[in-house]
């Protein structure tokens, strides 16, 4: 018997901790109480605070969902409390928001900037130095927008809110450019067995080369190369 309503008793602390039974419709409540808060709250916001998120909403949104989510289980927490976060938060938002629209320093300064990772067929090396992007990473991206390779690309921009917007040549002014298809980089080579296009694997620079050694990119320094290839964008 007395092993039995040990057992019982663990089972409620496992599955309550430290609550009643009681507290679950409670929990039911606040829960609602703060699902409605969260969409009053995300109205508020507007259609941008959700769908295209800059650094500084993305830490809007975390204090939103910490200041909703601790009063719906921890029965110490209270709503009230939660709700006055909650307008603190918003509040802050408009004001900020409206200061960001007044001044581009301070626009630029909460927001960050666009800025270029592909020009002409190119990494622009400087720039995507800048960023915490890797190469795999990077082409997986390209890849979804159907990109084989550089050549295709005109413009390569990094969006303040992190997607990357690419503007394309036009199909006949395609020129060779740096594979990015799975594999395409594994094996670079040093010397030339045959004339053709070869592009720099670090900074995707495409020139035509004899046989013979390589020798060092013109833009980087660096001395690995890959075939180049000039497809057209498959849409």
Same mark, same amino acid.
């Given at each position: 018997?007395?092993?039995?309503?040990?057992?019982?008793?663990? #089972?409620?602390?496992?599955?309550?901790?430290? =609550?009643? #039974?009681?507290?679950?419709?409670?929990?039911?409540?606040?829960?609602?109480?703060?699902?409605?808060?969260?969409?009053? $709250?995300?109205?508020?916001? %507007?259609?941008?605070?959700?769908?295209?998120?800059?650094?500084? =909403?993305? @830490? @809007?949104? /975390?204090? *939103? $969902?910490?200041?909703?989510?601790?009063?719906?289980?921890?029965? !110490?927490?209270?709503?009230?409390?939660?709700?006055?976060?909650?307008?603190?938060?918003?509040?802050?938002?408009?004001?900020?928001?409206?200061?960001? %629209?007044?001044?581009?320093?301070?626009?630029?300064?909460? =927001?960050?900037?666009?800025?270029? *990772?592909?020009?002409?067929?190119?990494?622009? /090396?400087?720039?995507?130095?800048?960023?915490?992007?890797?190469?795999? =990473?990077?082409?997986?991206?390209?890849? *979804?927008?159907?990109?084989?390779?550089? $050549?295709?690309?005109?413009?390569? /921009?990094?969006?303040?809110?992190? !997607?990357?917007?690419?503007?394309?040549?036009?199909?006949? &002014? @395609?020129?060779?450019? *740096?594979? /990015?298809?799975?594999?395409?980089?594994?094996?670079?080579?040093?010397?030339?067995?045959?004339?053709?296009?070869?592009?720099?694997?670090?900074? %995707?620079?495409?020139? !035509?080369?004899?046989?013979?050694?390589?020798?060092?990119?013109?833009?980087? &320094?660096?001395?690995? #190369?890959? %075939?180049?290839?000039?497809?057209?964008? @498959?849409?």
């Amino acid at each position: 018997m007395a092993s039995s309503l040990l057992l019982q008793l663990e #089972w409620k602390e496992f599955l309550m901790g430290q =609550e009643e #039974w009681s507290f679950l419709l409670e929990i039911v409540l606040r829960t609602f109480i703060m699902f409605l808060t969260i969409i009053i $709250g995300l109205r508020i916001l %507007g259609k941008r605070g959700v769908k295209q998120l800059s650094l500084f =909403e993305l @830490v @809007v949104i /975390i204090g *939103l $969902g910490s200041a909703a989510g601790d009063p719906m289980f921890y029965k !110490e927490v209270g709503i009230a409390s939660s709700v006055i976060v909650f307008m603190v938060i918003i509040l802050l938002y408009t004001s900020v928001t409206y200061i960001i %629209g007044k001044s581009k320093f301070f626009e630029k300064l909460l =927001e960050g900037t666009s800025i270029c *990772l592909i020009e002409k067929g190119e990494f622009s /090396i400087e720039n995507f130095k800048k960023e915490n992007l890797g190469s795999d =990473e990077f082409f997986a991206e390209l890849r *979804l927008k159907g990109i084989s390779h550089l $050549g295709q690309i005109e413009k390569a /921009i990094e969006e303040v809110s992190g !997607e990357i917007s690419v503007f394309y040549f036009e199909d006949q &002014e @395609v020129k060779f450019g *740096l594979p /990015i298809m799975p594999g395409s980089l594994e094996n670079p080579l040093k010397s030339i067995n045959s004339k053709g296009f070869y592009s720099c694997t670090f900074c %995707g620079h495409t020139e !035509e080369k004899d046989t013979g050694n390589a020798g060092r990119c013109c833009k980087c &320094e660096k001395d690995k #190369w890959v %075939g180049a290839s000039n497809m057209k964008r @498959v849409t």
